[in-house]
């Protein structure tokens, strides 16, 4: 389960140009970390969250 504070990968370590996730209510929420508040937020439901990871997965 995400936390309802946003996150981004560890893996990113220092990096500012990275996507960070949060849940809320009952999407995910994604934004662009670079962007902080100011960026754009997409929600996804479950269902097309879980694809998406399918997807990244594969490339």
């Given at each position: 389960?995400?936390?309802?504070?946003?996150?981004?990968?560890?893996?990113s370590?220092?990096?500012?140009?990275?996507?960070?996730?949060?849940?809320?209510?009952?999407?995910?929420q994604?934004?662009?970390?670079?962007?902080?508040?100011?960026?754009?937020?997409l929600?996804?439901?479950?269902?097309?969250?879980?694809?998406?990871l399918?997807?990244?997965?594969?490339?």
């Amino acid at each position: 389960m995400l936390s309802r504070e946003w996150k981004k990968s560890t893996r990113s370590a220092a990096q500012t140009d990275c996507v960070e996730l949060r849940q809320h209510a009952d999407t995910i929420q994604v934004r662009d970390s670079k962007l902080g508040d100011a960026s754009p937020i997409l929600d996804l439901d479950t269902a097309t969250y879980t694809a998406l990871l399918a997807e990244l997965k594969r490339h």
